[in-house]
């Protein structure tokens, strides 16, 4: 049997004493502890953006906190395949430490205020300052390091002839996965910087990389200017296989069909373009056909019979480089296009070849006579008085535009010493021209060889003179043989 132990009540007294003492004690101990904790450190239960820093000084807390962001793995997954990792210190991120330091001295110093005796969890979402070294992340995101994977260029989209067609077609991009490293270096960048909002002091990050990072096609085929481009082609090949030219000399015409234009047009893989030689070569021949002025002249004399004028500078000359210009932007418009060719030289009118077209005043020096004839018909015939035999005096041969007139009209010659008023001055060429003259008592015959001939201007009888003034203008031909 058991030995039954009883306890005197004094001595309860003594344990009750000893056992409150020691809760004393120990409710001391820890109120002190808590003081010390929650004046030396941030205190307890508090996260600062997520991370758990209880019983750390500012100064643990923010080497922590510093450590955690530039630990951070950041994790680059393509295709679904991890192809390299890295961290956010060797990109070159960290935080701004002192303004870490003084919102963690603001947060202590508003706890401390507290006094709080029993602990609960808080989070303080402080503003933490990223600071990014681009250079660094220059450095390391380059496309060496993603090396392993095969990689295939973009082909930019183009446009193509397609003959079956008969017209140019837009042929689509291919986006390749070479990685452009600006692309890459802004991805991360504006990526990072969304997760530094969110949370700045989480896990590991993963970057998906895709066409974001991707060397893009210069060219795409749902882009404006392509399309652009392609209308304008096509419309250009519409254009010149519809375009044709009628050239016009008088009442005679040349075409230039569509059929000749389509037989000049040069495809290429994205151009069009009008053959230039072909071009120049037409109108090489043109010129060579209607051309009428600096070749020798067949000129038919109202005695029936043919002359040839060797001084020919009357007529019509084809600008070539102009006409080219021209026809090059008429077969642009697409249209029939009815017009002269560009001329460099014109005379009065023509008739096709005949530049003349029954307007003219033809002079023989032989028999001393001009007729004017207008539109086919004769106005007027007279005896003249031209320019003395001689090198210096002889009337010019060939043919001339009238280069003006005037009335009345002062000639002078320091050479030959004289100075006279005519009423009629029709200049032709080198100072020589028709006139009145009042000073001959008679025309035609062979006077001229006599001492009556002039010093190369035809004479004319005044009243002759003032009929063919009033018919012609400036650039009415005159054929002088």
Known sequence: MKKRI??????KKIILGICLAGIVLLSVGLFAYIRIVDTNTLGRGISINGLDVSRLTVEEAGQKILATFQ?????????????????LAELGYSLEENSLNEQLETLKAEREKEKRILSVRENYELKLQVQENEEQQKTLLTSDKFGNKERTPSVDAAI??????????????????????????????????????EDPL????????GTEVYQQPAATSDGEEMQVRLTNLNTLLNNYRNAAVTYTFGSTEETLDSSTVASWIKIGEDSVSIDEEAAKAYIQNLAASYNTIYVPRTFHTSYGNDVTIENNEYGFQIDQEGELAQLLEDLKSGTAVRRDPVYSISGMQRNGKDDLAGSYIEVSLDNQHLWLY?????????????????????TYRGAWPIAYKASPFTLSSDVYGYEVEVQYWMPFVYGQGLHDASWQSNFGGNSYRTGSGSHGCINLPADQAAVIYNAIDGGYPIIIY
């Open 6 to 11: 009883t306890i005197s009540r004094k001595g």
């Open 71 to 87: 630990e951070r793995e950041v994790v680059f997954v393509e295709d679904g395949e991890e192809v390299y990792h890295t961290t």
């Open 202 to 209: 989480g896990g590991d990050i993963t970057l998906t990389m």
């Open 160 to 197: 193509q002839y397609d003959q079956d067609a008969g017209k140019f077609t837009l042929i689509s991009e291919v986006q390749g996965n070479q990685i452009d490293e600006a692309r890459l270096q802004a991805y991360v960048k504006q990526t990072l910087q969304t997760v530094f909002q």
């Open 374 to 394: 207008k539109d086919g018909a004769l106005v007027t015939e007279t005896d003249i008085i031209s320019g003395a035999p001689g090198e210096d005096t002889e």
